[in-house]
């Protein structure tokens, strides 16, 4: 019923249109034109309406395609964001997700592909759909060759990531496994979608099909193997073969007779027959799963530190470091205003002594709970913070300082990063940036987040005098780090600094 009511309105609108006296007139003035567009849109016509939504739609994706390599080869903020997005993900690492993500991304590999392809194959043989057998044939085929000549001709280093989960060969761009999610799998929605007749089973179809592919391509970044422009241009490259596949099969089946329905055998033997190919292309994936655990181990990589000693503080830290925090695509934040040598252990212990907590973990359940709390103004100590970039990482770690409010929204906030440096005697060197939280309202992208107060400077004055308070700082000084500057952070809240940190000694 609301499609029927759609169509008619669209036809009443288009009837309009056409028999405009003005309208009438220009189309009397340019008849060829117009007949040559006529056709385009028209529904009936072999290459008419069907061909020119195929192709539109294709040509989309191939611009958002060549957009991504474009962006990708000339290095622009799109691709700046990668690394972060990328760092940012492997904070939602836990060990069930972990496994859910491998067996979601064995869905591509080409040994669970190819077993169902084979199995599909089959049963449209089975069934006479030899023009549908052979879409498939192409699209994982073409698909298959696409991507390796794309990969050997862009030669995009995979991510170097130190804490990747999955061992991968080869280059990085596109990814292969989201392009045959999309290929095969989608090609195979798309044969369910033309058999249901049921409206929700139609919108059933599409969802799980969108579902299975987003999952595919998100196992990909999770797993530290692709990045998230390869996925990207995956998507968008699919997308436009499918485009043009589904034209070809919508043109065929509607212009020149249904497509062949006789049947090799009865229903009921291609049902079971079907049943046991779908059971064994399942048993397979799961086996495939079982055999090919995470290889974490084999990709583990040591970070790498340089020994500095106490006099090169702070001349020596930011010749090949950036000042600044970061946003998701690199734009300069916050300037860094302390600078904490200590070890680990002694700076959480140091901190806690004065009231600051560590920050949970981001994750479903602690985000979850922050919104509950947050929409009814109830304490959470130690609710995660937005993470904040630096040098392309977000923090390692956070503290937070409830206030008299004893609120979520209201708190003092700082956020620490390791640096590659080291004192001789095993010492780290932590950057760090703290701000205010007074509230929590939407942000410029109209997403909710802490609104912060302006003077930054204060938080740093603040968490340098709790440090000194414990009686635990061997040497403190101050220096310049930037001009002075005002600025915003990545929710687009003001802040104004004099650009000073504060460097503090703890002991050994």
């Not at 189309?27 to 061909?51: C, D, W």
């Not at 590999?109 to 759909?129: A, P």
């Amino acid at each position: 019923m609301p499609l029927r009511f759609i169509r008619s309105i669209i036809k009443s609108t288009g009837q309009g249109i056409v028999n405009d006296p003005e309208i009438k007139k220009v189309m009397a003035r340019y008849p060829r034109f117009f007949s040559f567009v006529k056709k385009r849109i028209t529904p009936n016509e072999q290459f008419g309406l069907h061909l020119t939504l195929g192709m539109v739609s294709s040509a989309i994706f191939i611009f958002l395609f060549f957009g991504v390599l474009q962006d990708v080869i000339g290095r622009e903020p799109m691709i700046e964001a990668d690394l972060r997005i990328i760092n940012l993900i492997q904070i939602f690492h836990t060990p069930w997700l972990n496994q859910i993500m491998l067996l979601v991304t064995y869905l591509g590999n080409w040994q669970v592909v190819f077993l169902g392809l084979l199995f599909v194959s089959c049963y449209l043989f089975m069934v006479r759909g030899f023009y549908y057998l052979a879409a498939l044939l192409v699209s994982v085929g073409v698909g298959e060759l696409f991507v390796w000549l794309v990969k050997y001709a862009v030669a995009r280093p995979r991510p170097p990531l130190v804490n990747a989960l999955y061992l991968e060969q080869g280059f990085s761009f596109p990814s292969g496994h989201m392009f045959v999610a999309l290929a095969f799998y989608g090609l195979v929605a798309y044969f369910i979608f033309r058999r249901q007749k049921n409206l929700w089973a139609k919108l059933a179809t599409i969802f799980a099909s969108l579902l299975l592919a987003g999952a595919v391509g998100f196992s990909r970044i999770y797993l530290g193997v692709h990045w998230p422009s390869d996925v990207l241009a995956s998507l968008a490259s699919g997308l436009a073969l499918l485009a043009v596949l589904i034209t070809a099969i919508e043109i065929r089946s509607k212009f020149n007779g249904q497509l062949k329905k006789s049947i090799l055998m009865s229903r009921r033997k291609i049902f079971a027959a079907s049943m046991i190919m779908l059971v064994a292309w399942f048993s397979y994936w799961l086996y495939f799963f079982a055999s090919h655990p995470l290889t974490k181990t084999a990709v583990l990589l040591e970070p790498e530190y340089q020994i500095i000693n106490q006099a090169d503080i702070p001349e020596k830290l930011f010749q090949r470091l950036p000042k600044n925090s970061e946003n998701i695509i690199g734009v300069p934040m916050e300037p860094v205003n302390l600078i904490i040598i200590a070890r680990r252990g002694e700076l959480i212990k140091d901190m806690r002594a004065k009231g600051w907590l560590l920050t949970d973990s981001i994750s479903v359940k602690t985000l979850w709970r922050m919104v509950i709390t947050a929409i009814y103004n109830r304490p959470y100590p130690q609710a995660p913070g937005t993470p904040t970039f630096w040098n392309s990482r977000p923090n390692d770690f956070a503290f937070e300082q409830p206030t008299a409010e004893q609120s979520v929204r209201e708190r003092h906030h700082v956020h620490f990063w390791e640096t590659p440096f080291r004192l001789a005697d095993g010492r780290a060197v932590w950057f760090a940036t703290a701000h205010f939280d007074k509230t929590i309202e939407l942000s410029k992208n109209f997403f909710p987040a802490h609104a912060i107060d302006p003077a930054i400077d204060k938080e740093r004055d603040k968490i340098k005098a709790d440090l000194m308070a414990t009686g635990q700082v061997s040497f403190s000084q101050e220096f310049g780090v930037v001009e002075p500057t005002l600025g915003r952070n990545q929710a687009g809240d003001l802040f104004f600094t004099d650009g000073k940190a504060a460097v503090i000694f703890l002991p050994e």
